[in-house]
């Protein structure tokens, strides 16, 4: 995969050389190419941005500069169309189906916006895709890229060193991963699960995928409304729906005995409490 990246930054991007996309790129796997954006200005003080018309705070990045930059590196291969990705904080939320889509690009062009962002007729004329990293504001594009190109990165063919280990990752079956242990045996004295040491690898996937449906229950009820779940699954999640009102119950029931033992029954049930 080819990914371009457009900043007025070029050494934010420059983590993307560690670790498990900095060795894709030595083995040939991702090519990242930074380019500063300034370097399509044509005035001497290398003007990016200007007033946003109708007034109110910041500055807007112009147009011309994202043009000629982007029609530059989209012509650098005649053969093939990049797929022009521009992080903002308005754009569709970034999930695991999306960096899975991305994955399967030839070529992605990134633009990092700063200031209150880029003109919209930039966007209007190049953007095939504007993601949202979450629900909050950056100061700029570049660090929504570092995030968008790891995940992307790590679904390349041949990038991680287990190629099942993404198949097991959260959201890749819409599940939280099950909890995940090491050596020692026993740590501050905690053990780990028995099951994980039995050796029996078909208890060993039952354990886990209980635990992912538990621990995405309890943390994440939306994804299990969309999980493709089996028969085996809906009993486990009719069992943990039956411990929580068992759990309940027991809960109430202590509390009431603890309010009659102090004599405070009548209030706990009051009107005024509903
Ligand atoms: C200060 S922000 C501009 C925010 C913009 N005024 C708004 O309220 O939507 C500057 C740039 O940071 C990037 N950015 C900020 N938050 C982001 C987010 N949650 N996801 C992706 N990119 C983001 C975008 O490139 C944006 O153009």
């Given at each position: ?177 099950a ?29 886990r995928?209980a635990q992912a449906?538990r ?60």
């Open positions: 995969m080819r990914a371009d990246v457009v900043t007025i930054f070029p050494t934010y991007l420059e983590p993307l050389r560690l670790s498990l996309v900095g060795r894709a790129q030595e083995r040939g796997t991702l090519d990242v190419r930074t380019h500063d954006l300034r370097a399509w200005t044509s005035d001497v003080h290398r003007t990016v941005d200007d007033a946003p018309y109708g007034g109110g705070p910041g500055m807007v990045m112009r147009p011309e500069p994202w043009d000629a930059a982007l029609s530059e590196i989209a012509e650098s291969d005649p053969t093939r169309r990049p797929r022009v990705v521009v992080p903002t904080p308005a754009g569709r939320p970034f999930s695991q189906r999306h960096a899975e889509e991305l994955a399967r690009e030839p070529w992605l062009v990134f633009c990092c916006g700063r200031y209150e962002g880029i003109d919209s007729r930039v966007i209007d004329t190049w953007a095939d895709d504007e993601i949202s990293i979450g629900d909050y504001v950056l100061a700029g594009g570049e660090v929504a890229t570092l995030v968008i190109l790891e995940a992307v990165a790590r679904l390349l063919p041949g990038v991680l060193g287990n190629s099942a280990s993404a198949a097991d990752d959260s959201f890749s079956d819409g599940l939280l991963e909890p995940v242990y090491t050596r020692p045996q026993v740590w501050r004295g905690a053990e780990v699960p028995a099951v994980l040491r039995s050796g029996d690898h078909a208890a060993v996937a039952r354990w995928r449906l621990r995405t229950l309890a943390r994440r009820p939306d994804l299990v409304e969309h999980a493709e779940l089996s028969d085996a699954d809906r009993a486990v999640l009719e069992a943990v729906a039956a411990e929580v009102q068992q759990h309940a119950a027991t809960a109430s029931g202590a509390a009431l005995a603890a309010d009659s033992a102090a004599g405070r029954g009548s209030a706990r049930d009051s009107p005024d409490r509903l």
